[in-house]
């Protein structure tokens, strides 16, 4: 009888054991659960290896850029709309551009395309500060606002065509642009530091990412891999 007990009490035990190791998952622990998973299926496995890189892919809650109705598939494989007829980029071209892109702690970084704002985020776990900027006002208020939320101090975004650059803020030691433009502005080239270096889609029908080194004589430019980034437009001044 003492043994059907002592059985009974553990079999209990293990009952209130698993009910209480079983809460009601957390929201925020699937999401996190959810980026582990995309770091490592979506963005090692094809070759990102930076650890800064990953850790900031772990960090930022991708779910806080994209429309709610959308939060679901915020950490798969895949681009997604963000209205006005634009989108943030599939998690592994954000992790491949910003591994290309070189980022040290000390450098002042210049976004073309805040969109959302999620690129702007993983940028700023890598650099010192961070510039952004949108031509559609609407997503640049949204972003700054997300940005804000979920304090990120470091990043600075304006409303207006990237075209120009950040004149008052140059030179920058990286640059990123994420939309196409036919070929490199100019002006955007100017304001790389020598030894800076810049990461661009460019083309129209095909677009290559193309990397971009300033060295203390010229320019050097090398494709990497091909992209589909929605257009570079220009706004009324340009
Ligand atoms: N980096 C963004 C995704 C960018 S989508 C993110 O993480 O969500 C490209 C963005 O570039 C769009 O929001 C588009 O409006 C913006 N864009 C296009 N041409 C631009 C220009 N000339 N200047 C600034 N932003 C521009």
Redesign the pocket.
Same mark, same amino acid.
Not at 86 to 89: D, G, Y
Not at 160 to 163: Q, V
């Given at each position: 009888m003492a043994h059907f007990f002592r059985q009974l009490s553990a079999v209990v035990a293990i009952c209130c054991g698993m009910a209480f190791a079983l809460p009601a998952p957390q929201t925020t622990n699937t999401f996190t659960q959810q980026r582990d998973r995309m770091v490592a299926d979506q963005i090692q496995r094809r070759g990102v290896a930076n650890p800064r890189v990953l850790e900031a892919m772990r960090t930022v809650p991708r779910h806080r850029?994209v429309p709610a109705t959308l939060q679901h598939l915020a950490y798969t494989d895949r681009p997604l709309p #963000?209205g006005?007829g634009?989108? #943030?980029?599939q998690p592994f071209i !954000?992790a491949y551009m910003s591994e290309a892109l070189g980022v040290e702690p000390a450098h002042k970084v210049l =976004? /073309?395309?805040? +969109?959302? %704002?999620?690129?702007?985020a993983v940028l700023a776990h890598l650099a010192r500060v961070v510039y952004t /900027? =949108? #031509? !559609?006002p609407e997503?640049a208020r949204r972003a700054a606002a997300t940005l804000k939320e979920l304090g990120y101090t470091s990043v600075h975004v304006r409303e207006?065509? %990237?075209?120009a650059g950040w004149p008052e803020q140059a030179p920058f030691d990286r640059i990123m642009v994420?939309?196409a433009p036919d070929r490199i502005p100019q002006p955007l080239i100017d304001q790389l530091r020598a030894g800076g270096r810049m990461v661009i889609p460019v083309g129209a029908a095909e677009q290559w990412l193309t990397v971009v080194e300033k060295t203390a004589t010229g320019v050097v430019q090398r494709r990497t891999i091909p992209v589909r &980034? !929605?257009? &570079?437009?220009? +706004?009324r001044a340009g």
């Open positions: 850029f #963000i006005h634009q989108t #943030i980029s !954000v =976004e /073309i395309g805040t +969109g959302s %704002g999620y690129q702007a /900027i =949108e #031509i !559609v997503l207006g065509d %990237g075209y994420t939309a &980034f !929605v257009p &570079f437009t220009r +706004g």
